[in-house]
C-alpha cells in the first residue's frame, strides 16, 4: 500500500522518555579536522579518499544516503551515513 504524507507504517522508535521525538533513520558520522597550511591539502585529501570509497559505502546494505560536508569556518570534514532505524541492528 502507497503511504500518505504524515502516515506511519509502523511505529517509529522514540527517544525521549515523553515519547514524542521519534525517528525513523539513524546516521552516524565520521569527522575529522583540516588544516589551513600547504592550501589547504588535508582537505584536498580526505576529498580524495571520500571520491575513492563513496560507492562502496553507498553499497552498503541499508545505507539510504551518505553526505559529505565541510565547515569552512570550523575546518570540519564530515561524512554522515544513514540507515533505517529498523535495520540499524543489522547494520
Known sequence: PI???GEVSEKLPTIDEAGK?????????WRC???E????LSLTKAQELFEKYESQI???A????VQRIVCGGCQ???????APAAAFPDW
Open 33 to 35: 579536522k583540516f588544516a
Open 3 to 5: 503511504q500518505k504524507k
Open 76 to 82: 570540519d570534514f564530515k561524512v554522515i551515513i544513514s
Open 37 to 40: 597550511d600547504a592550501g589547504k
Open 58 to 60: 553507498k553499497a552498503v
Open 62 to 65: 541499508h545505507v539510504n544516503q
Open 21 to 29: 521525538v521519534s525517528f525513523g533513520c539513524i546516521a552516524r558520522e
